[in-house]
């Protein structure tokens, strides 16, 4: 099945804000802070820059990524915000005191430069003399430190949310549109098979075309559609072969359909423009008498679409309390339309829909790029 790149993929604006964090937080913020904060007799400042250092402020750091990455989220998506306030605090309070001991004696054993020598021993030595302190933070790099990687935390889960709720969003819509087929196939494949059974019994020559026709609709049904996006062409061929069924139904009707531009190479998302035409047959006034008519259009510009379709009803009563113009239509076929629009095409697309006892209009436009 295709995929829905902007849908499925993890957003990259996290991992960027998490690069740059680690770049400017950490390896120049930090790395400035330790070599500011050496003693004078261990010659830091004059033997500035020290790269390895950018290194040291890296390893002093490493002890966040299991809470950004996994303590916290975990307490965050199981809502026990009390316990992230207070494993927060113990986290940042005591974990980099003890982190940064760690990291300064590997450092101390692994350095061969004498001046990083003595600077490593005396970190070390005053990170022991914190470590097991209730207090005694560097309250420097403990706020900074905090702020910093809260703030990661909270973009990390915001985008992950995000990202959830977009997939049920999917999956919710996936489902619609498998019991909009559904809807589909009894209520339109009945009709036709009659339709084409009087066809034959008359030995009527487009038995055959007809037959052919509905072959490729539901072909098209249960293979094209089972992809996020379809061909428009095939879209569009669905839409004709379904108007002919129905022109078949009711001869003397007038339904007026035309398509106009370029549809080659154009992807859309399958099924969008069925139930209005279905609405259309569904409430027409042709069901009742032969000067019913329906008028459509499908008119492709570029990467823009518009879709346009109008039709006379007969009468029906509108509930007192619904305002003139507002008469639902189409229900749940015409909702799940909306919905689907709305996830494939966020602010690339305009649905109008107008209803009263004697007209149905719809207009829809997308932007296809």
Same mark, same amino acid.
């Given at each position: 099945?295709?995929?829905?790149?902007?849908?499925?993929?993890?957003?990259?604006?996290?991992?960027?804000?998490?690069?740059?964090?680690?770049?400017? $937080?950490?390896?120049?913020?930090?790395?400035?802070?330790?070599?500011?904060?050496?003693?004078?007799?261990?010659?830091?400042?004059?033997?500035?820059? *020290?790269?390895?250092?950018?290194?040291?402020?890296?390893?002093?750091?490493?002890?966040?990524?299991?809470?950004? %990455?996994?303590?916290?989220?975990?307490?965050? %998506?199981?809502?026990?915000?009390?316990?992230?306030?207070?494993?927060?605090?113990?986290?940042?309070?005591?974990?980099?005191k003890w982190a940064g001991w760690l990291v300064s004696v590997?450092?101390?054993?692994?350095?061969?430069?004498?001046?990083?020598?003595? $600077?490593?021993?005396?970190?070390?030595?005053?990170?022991?003399?914190?470590?097991?302190?209730?207090?005694?933070?560097?309250?420097?790099?403990?706020?900074?430190?905090?702020?910093?990687?809260?703030?990661?935390?909270?973009?990390?889960?915001?985008?992950?949310?995000?990202?959830?709720?977009?997939?049920?969003?999917?999956?919710?819509?996936?489902?619609?549109?498998?019991?909009?087929?559904?809807?589909?196939?009894?209520?339109? &494949?009945?009709?036709?098979?009659?339709?084409? $059974?009087?066809?034959? &019994?008359?030995?009527?020559?487009?038995? #055959?075309?007809?037959?052919?026709?509905?072959? !490729?609709?539901?072909?098209?049904? /249960? *293979?094209?559609?089972?992809?996020?996006?379809?061909? &428009?062409?095939?879209?569009?061929?669905?839409? !004709?072969?379904?108007?002919?069924?129905?022109?078949? %139904?009711?001869?003397?009707?007038?339904?007026?359909?035309?398509?106009?531009?370029?549809?080659?190479?154009?992807?859309?998302?399958?099924?969008?423009?069925?139930?209005?035409?279905?609405?259309?047959?569904?409430?027409?006034?042709? %069901?009742?008498?032969?000067?019913?008519?329906?008028?459509?259009? &499908?008119?492709?510009?570029?990467?823009?679409?518009?879709?346009?379709?109008?039709?006379?009803?007969?009468?029906?009563?509108?509930?007192?309390?619904?305002?003139?113009?507002?008469?639902? *239509?189409?229900?749940?076929?015409?909702?799940?339309?909306?919905?689907?629009?709305? /996830? *494939?095409? #966020?602010?690339?697309?305009?649905?109008?829909?107008?209803?009263?006892?004697?007209?149905?209009?719809?207009?829809?436009?997308?932007?296809?790029?």
């Amino acid at each position: 099945m295709e995929k829905q790149h902007r849908i499925d993929r993890k957003s990259r604006f996290p991992y960027v804000y998490e690069l740059l964090l680690w770049l400017i $937080y950490v390896c120049l913020y930090k790395y400035s802070y330790y070599v500011e904060a050496a003693p004078i007799p261990h010659g830091l400042h004059v033997n500035f820059p *020290y790269p390895q250092m950018i290194l040291y402020a890296i390893a002093m750091t490493l002890y966040t990524i299991p809470f950004y %990455r996994w303590l916290a989220p975990m307490l965050l %998506r199981k809502r026990k915000y009390g316990w992230f306030a207070l494993t927060t605090l113990l986290y940042f309070g005591f974990g980099a005191k003890w982190a940064g001991w760690l990291v300064s004696v590997i450092f101390h054993a692994l350095s061969t430069d004498p001046v990083l020598v003595k $600077y490593y021993e005396y970190q070390y030595l005053n990170l022991a003399y914190r470590a097991w302190g209730i207090a005694l933070w560097d309250l420097n790099l403990l706020v900074t430190d905090l702020i910093a990687f809260l703030s990661l935390t909270f973009t990390w889960y915001a985008f992950e949310n995000e990202r959830k709720k977009h997939l049920l969003e999917k999956d919710n819509l996936v489902l619609q549109l498998e019991s909009l087929k559904a809807q589909l196939h009894p209520h339109f &494949l009945f009709n036709t098979l009659n339709n084409i $059974y009087g066809m034959s &019994l008359t030995g009527d020559k487009q038995t #055959p075309d007809f037959i052919l026709r509905l072959s !490729d609709m539901m072909r098209f049904i /249960l *293979y094209d559609c089972q992809q996020n996006k379809v061909a &428009l062409e095939k879209d569009i061929a669905f839409l !004709d072969n379904y108007l002919e069924m129905e022109k078949r %139904r009711y001869p003397a009707a007038d339904i007026q359909f035309t398509v106009t531009g370029e549809a080659t190479g154009k992807q859309i998302a399958p099924l969008l423009f069925i139930q209005f035409l279905e609405n259309s047959f569904k409430h027409g006034a042709h %069901r009742l008498n032969d000067t019913g008519f329906i008028h459509g259009s &499908l008119t492709v510009h570029d990467n823009s679409l518009t879709f346009e379709l109008r039709n006379d009803v007969f009468a029906v009563t509108t509930p007192a309390n619904m305002p003139a113009g507002q008469k639902q *239509y189409g229900g749940i076929g015409i909702n799940n339309v909306r919905q689907r629009l709305a /996830l *494939y095409y #966020p602010g690339r697309h305009t649905l109008t829909i107008h209803s009263d006892n004697t007209i149905f209009e719809v207009q829809l436009t997308l932007s296809l790029s």
